[in-house]
């Protein structure tokens, strides 16, 4: 069971190679129209009639996202600034969580929601780790099934959490690459091009979900009787 649990730790590095690689080459690609990433973001958050949303600049690569709680699309500087094919999709994909939030899309809600247990748990799982392998503490205190117990339920909270990240994102790169398409952002190669794009970022998801999947199972092979 253990060596599953690496093998997923194998595959989800080359995946996130394989997404690193696609999107250098993506960004190469110059976007037809000459927009940037914030461009392509603003015409996009207007285009669904969202105002309340703003568009900024965070250090890093490979660090989009979009925060529910401020109400901000968060943009790494390559796609912030840049006017390429992974620009736009990345852009657009950030978007389409916005417009999940501004619709009230249901799997966004749930994994808001998850944060916070996710957080604890992470910690809950850090202390009783700790504990085992030191043979103190937590461990001490109520034995190794307990332990394991609470590895087990803290785990959970952190698979569902992935389980439910999943349809949000694919949600998300289908809003991107509809109205990218439907409003004519991009051509038909372009299109061909940010879905590539997208698919791999999506399966870094898939990878981290089999892999809390597989963590889950090894815990419940850990019980004694």
């Avoid at 959970?156 to 004519?184: C, H, Q």
Wanted: a positive charge; charged letters at 15%; aromatic letters at 10%.
């Amino acid at each position: 069971m253990f060596g599953i649990i690496v093998l997923f730790v194998i595959i989800g590095f080359i995946v996130q190679q394989r997404l690193k690689s696609k999107f250098k080459k993506y960004s190469k690609e110059a976007l037809s129209n000459g927009m940037s990433g914030a461009e392509i973001a603003q015409k996009m958050l207007e285009d669904h009639f969202i105002y309340d949303v703003r568009i900024e600049s965070v250090a890093g690569k490979l660090t989009d996202h979009y925060n529910p709680a401020n109400k901000t699309v968060n943009l790494s500087p390559e796609v912030y600034s840049g006017r390429s094919v992974a620009a736009a999709a990345v852009a657009a994909h950030e978007v389409g969580h916005a417009v999940q939030h501004a619709k009230g899309y249901k799997w966004l809600e749930m994994r808001s929601q998850l944060v916070p247990m996710v957080q604890f748990s992470s910690r809950i799982m850090n202390i009783v780790i700790w504990s085992m392998i030191l043979g103190v503490g937590f461990l001490g205190i109520f034995g190794v099934n307990t332990a394991i117990w609470v590895l087990i339920a803290a785990q959970m909270a952190i698979t569902a959490f992935t389980l439910v990240t999943l349809p949000v994102e694919y949600d998300a790169s289908n809003r991107a690459l509809a109205w990218l398409t439907d409003k004519g952002m991009i051509t038909a190669q372009e299109h061909d091009k940010a879905n590539d794009a997208l698919s791999w970022a999506a399966r870094t998801y898939l990878v981290a979900a089999l892999a809390s999947m597989a963590q889950l199972a090894y815990y419940f092979s850990l019980l004694r009787d």
